[in-house]
């Protein structure tokens, strides 16, 4: 594809990105910012979660990893569900009868202000990272289609991307973002089919052949039962899909601010509910579109990419199909990262503002969107470090990475949660962050050490649930006696 042609879609998509920011948040206030004045509609914000839930790294990575992991991705996604029933039925209710803007307001609540401020800390490492891995792929895929052949460097790269998430989300916050996500929606399923529609034309399949020929291939063997130790292991996979989802979603600040953002419980717990059924469909389609992209690729001697990543924009974008189907590439790749960047971007500006910074207790309204400001542009500074920092070192699969520093990052969140709803003893606050970090580190060691110690046994995205683990374990050797 043309550079011009793929700038040029970029610059058409933002500028319908702006202007429907602009329009959702020009009278928002800091509670708009950060929880949509709590007035949004159920199904809007339904809508708009299918997308916030797909993030650039789901719409490259999923498709190319089929060939490794078959369609066994789907075995975590109905985990995911799961998990989004919990949360539904659990955490919701909780964050809704305590009025929180932050969801880490209740650590305080509950323990104090160090587990307060740990629970803030790793939320903000972990979707710093988070965001920073997702929207590096973007980065590699506008490197290789714009900036490489018009001889720029990846630092202009990075500045141009993240300058233009920070451009639409300084404004309008949750506002704006529940309206730009439903944008995304529509965009990421459209082109997904769309895609799915042309290559299938290609190869001269009607649909119930298309469905046929997907079926029968070895990639789409979905459940697996037989070796344990194989990390695509049924009970492996879902259980941490259920965990991954209640620690990546319902204890995450960047997708729980949407749904604080509806009118009451009920109305959250019913776009809980409604998304997570849409998420599982929308997966499904990206792993099918992966199993054709393979099929067309060998019948057409297209020599497989080292990394799976790009085995997708490989095939959309070098001439293989009409333009269109690169259009339509671009269109569903910058409408996953850019919105998924935007969401964390402004989560990651509330978390700090009012967690690690406290503004909204100690300042005016007006002091609080100065800090507010100040906090969002400095947030955008260090995702753009982090993104060059992950080029230098990056060597797998970006959506392994991004489960991978979530069992390290969120493990101790999800531990804390949990002692918090489920255990009624009061700890000894200012040693939790002690807790907190030796937890990850035991990981680590048990990780490394997994396969030697327990007869070949390899740990996966389970490690989250050791990690959450330790830091219960831990937290109950904190609890204060009672005199």
């Avoid at 793929?6 to 206030?29: H, M, N, P």
């Avoid at 999923?62 to 029933?85: H, I, R, S």
């Avoid at 990981?443 to 110690?453: D, E, G, P, R, T």
Wanted: hydrophobic content about 50%.
């Amino acid at each position: 594809m043309s550079p011009i042609l793929v700038l040029s879609t970029i610059i058409c998509y933002f500028i319908l990105l702006y202007v429907i920011s602009y329009i959702a948040g020009r009278k928002a206030d800091n509670e708009g910012f950060f929880v949509g004045n709590r007035k949004s509609h159920w199904y809007v914000v339904a809508f708009a979660m299918i997308g916030s839930s797909i993030s650039g790294v789901t719409f490259v990575s999923v498709p190319g990893m089929v060939a490794v992991n078959n369609f066994a991705y789907l075995q975590m996604v109905f985990g995911f569900l799961a998990g989004q029933v919990i949360i539904a039925f659990l955490l919701i209710p909780l964050f809704y009868k305590m009025n929180l803007v932050s969801i880490y307001e209740y650590l305080e609540n509950r323990f104090g202000v160090s587990t307060y401020k740990t629970g803030a800390w790793f939320f903000f490492i972990s979707k710093m990272l988070g965001a920073a891995v997702r929207l590096f792929l973007v980065c590699v895929v506008l490197q290789l289609l714009v900036f490489e052949p018009l001889h720029l460097p990846f630092f202009l790269n990075v500045i141009f991307t993240v300058s233009l998430v920070w451009f639409y989300t300084f404004r309008g916050g949750v506002k704006a973002l529940i309206w730009t996500d439903s944008l995304k929606t529509i965009c990421l399923v459209g082109s997904v089919l769309f895609c799915i529609y042309y290559i299938a034309s290609d190869l001269h399949l009607s649909f119930g052949g298309m469905m046929q020929a997907i079926a029968e291939h070895d990639y789409s063997k979905t459940f697996f039962f037989d070796d344990v130790n194989d990390k695509r292991y049924f009970f492996k996979q879902f259980l941490a899909g259920v965990f991954t989802m209640i620690a990546m979603t319902g204890l995450d600040q960047d997708m729980m601010q949407r749904n604080l953002s509806c009118k009451n419980f009920r109305d959250s717990q019913k776009n809980m509910i409604t998304s997570g059924i849409c998420q599982v469909l929308i997966i499904l389609l990206f792993l099918m579109l992966g199993v054709l992209l393979y099929i067309f690729a060998t019948k057409s001697g297209i020599e497989i990419p080292k990394k799976s990543d790009e085995l997708f924009p490989l095939i959309a974008t070098h001439g293989y199909f009409p333009k269109a189907v690169g259009v339509l590439f671009i269109v569903g790749l910058i409408s996953a990262a850019y919105s998924a960047a935007g969401s964390a971007l402004t989560a990651l500006t509330t978390s700090f503002t009012v967690d690690i910074l406290g503004s909204t207790r100690k300042k005016t309204e007006e002091e609080t969107t100065k800090v507010r400001k100040k906090v969002h542009v400095a947030m955008s500074v260090v995702m753009g470090l982090v993104i060059i920092v992950i080029n230098l070192l990056n060597n797998t699969s970006v959506i392994d990475a991004v489960y991978i520093l979530a069992s390290y990052t969120y493990g101790p969140i999800l531990g804390m949660f949990a002692f918090g709803m489920f255990v009624k003893k009061q700890v000894r606050d200012k040693y939790v962050p002690l807790v907190a970090v030796l937890s990850p580190v035991l990981c680590f060691i048990l990780q490394k050490n997994s396969q030697a110690w327990f007869n070949g046994y390899s740990f996966s995205y389970e490690l989250l649930i050791f990690n959450a683990l330790f830091t219960f374990i831990g937290l109950v050797l904190l609890i204060k006696k009672q005199k």
